[in-house]
């Protein structure tokens, strides 16, 4: 409710805003009071499965000073049981204008949740429960002059976190909670500049130092289980030029960023842009995206792994956007090839469950979005996103379709929509490529031979299963997946890997301990 506009940068912008970036940018522009007075705004929603969202904003500008204060509620009960959402929170920001050139602000964020997680449909859990606080707070300065402009930002984020990991069916309860309390500081600084007609060089510096401490609180006595308590900092040097020569715009920037961990990352980009016709740009970029891993991958859990290395990404994009009916109507269409790599995912090495820079991606797609601001207050909206993934990525549908309107008048606006998913990955297997299985060691091939000697002998690799016998050509019912035959069976150091081609689901890999398999 307190977003004038919402500015979305579509691919990596590392460049200008480093690790995490890889995928886009959203940039919310709050809106602000140009007179003096007061104003409050309440927002309220109700949707499916019992979700409801409110916020009560106010608004204050007396001379120099400006304030901004909101509180919000929201919750949901989930499209499963015990899948409850609750949130709770508030913002307050204030600022002040030393002169007509500068600025400055201060602002505080606080929310907390509670969260319940049911588990997956065919192995549900019990008393997954989260109770989680954060905050941010920030104090800037801003200047701004007709050739250049600048801010510098100091910030504090922290967060704390109780959660219940819950339990399997046929499981005790655990009898202990999980803690943690986590921190980050930093400073931010930028200049911008016009150095001749028609160009823009920004130039700036970042640096946060990111910790926290992680324990087990046991239920019984109240003692504590130390998992970690750990700290890095990472620092980068970014610039961006920009020029416009009459209908064409070229961009081209560079970050350096260095991580106490990681070690340091290059990260160029560039652009052009045509304006081809009356309010229509052609648009064409490449750039680079990282992202470094966090204190949880590098230092926390049973697959924690400190050598990881930063997760990178490439992104190429050709879009054309423009505005008709002096700007009533609106649409745009783009085109996107993404490759990347050493993404972190779940594996195994020496024997053990650990995160790797195991899985890539390549996807290349398209979207379209339009919007039509009818008049007498109406207005309607579409976009379609179409997804080819060659190795699929969760929770990346490949087809989303969304239309919705909206009608304000006056005070009071209303709005609705529609959305529509298909092709909705919710797990992906790594790359076989790249996955590092240990090697079985020689007692276990022997004892593999001596079982195929007395099945009759079954083809290489074939082995026996935790909880039976499987062999290749073995037909298996999944109750998920249905009816398939066994393709292949692989060792591993505690377990087997089957891969199953099913009638009606294709071919899945699974691990037999897991599997819940019945063979026919």
């Known amino acids: 409710m307190l977003a004038d506009r919402v500015e979305v940068v579509r691919g990596p912008a590392s460049v200008l805003y480093g690790s995490n970036a890889m995928g886009g940018v959203i940039n919310i522009v709050t809106r602000s009071m140009h007179e003096d007075g007061v104003k409050t705004d309440l927002h309220a929603g109700y949707g499916s499965y019992n979700t409801l969202e409110t916020e009560v904003t106010n608004q204050v500008r007396a001379g120099r000073f400006t ?71 920030s104090v800037s300065l801003e200047n701004s002059y007709d050739r250049t402009s600048g801010a510098l930002k100091f910030f504090y984020n922290w967060g704390r976190h109780r959660i219940n990991d819950g339990y399997g069916a046929g499981e005790e309860p655990r009898d202990y909670r999980f803690n943690s309390k986590d921190r980050m500081l930093g400073v931010s600084w930028y200049q911008s500049a016009g150095l001749w007609r028609g160009s823009r060089l920004t130039a700036g510096i970042d640096w946060q130092r990111f910790g926290g401490r992680a324990w087990n609180r046991f239920t019984a006595d109240g003692r504590e289980e130390p998992i970690v308590d750990q700290a890095e900092d990472e620092i980068a040097g970014y610039a961006d030029f920009r020029q416009s020569l009459g209908r064409l715009t070229v961009d081209a920037g560079v970050r350096i960023d260095h991580h106490t961990r990681t070690g340091t990352e290059w990260v160029p980009q560039a652009g052009i842009s045509l304006r081809a016709a009356r309010d229509g740009a052609l648009k064409a970029m490449v750039s680079k995206g990282f992202r470094n891993p966090v204190l949880r991958e590098l230092y926390m859990f049973g697959v924690k792994n400190p050598d990881l290395k930063p997760e990178r990404l490439w992104n190429y994009e050709l879009s054309w956007t423009q505005r008709l009916a002096g700007g009533s109507v609106s649409y745009g269409v783009n085109l996107f090839y993404i490759e990347g790599e050493d993404i972190i995912r779940r594996g195994r090495a020496d024997g053990r469950n650990i995160l790797l820079n195991q899985a890539r991606i390549e996807n290349w797609g398209a979207e379209a979005d339009a919007a039509w601001r009818i008049g007498g207050g109406w207005g309607v909206n579409a976009n379609y996103s179409w997804l080819r993934m060659e190795y699929p990525v969760p929770a990346s549908p490949e087809h989303k379709l969304y239309a919705g309107g909206d009608f304000g008048k006056g005070r009071w606006s209303v709005s609705t929509g529609v959305q529509y998913i298909a092709g909705l990955y919710t797990a992906a297997a790594p790359d076989p490529a790249l996955v590092q299985t240990p090697r079985p060691s020689t007692d276990g091939m022997r004892r593999v031979g001596v079982r195929q000697a007395m099945d009759g002998g079954l083809s290489s690799g074939s082995a026996a299963a935790v909880s039976g016998e ?17 393709q292949r069976i692989e060792t591993l150091s505690t377990d087997h890997k089957l891969v199953v081609a099913f009638d009606n689901a294709g071919e899945k890999t699974l691990l037999a301990k897991f599997a819940k398999l019945t063979k026919l």
Request: hydrophobic share 30%; net charge positive; aromatic share 12%.
């Open 67 to 137: 304030s901004t204060v909101t509180g919000s509620y929201n919750r949901t009960d989930g499209h499963r049981r015990n899948m409850g959402f609750e949130q709770y929170g508030g913002y307050a920001k204030v600022g002040y204008e030393i002169s007509r050139r500068w600025n400055a602000y201060a602002d505080v964020n606080l929310t907390h949740f509670n969260a319940s997680n049911p588990g997956e449909i065919t192995a549900p859990v019990f008393d997954n429960d989260s109770r989680i606080t954060r905050g941010m707070a």
């Open 470 to 486: 499987y062999v290749v050509g073995q037909r298996v019912e999944h109750p998920k997946f249905g009816v398939g035959i066994v």
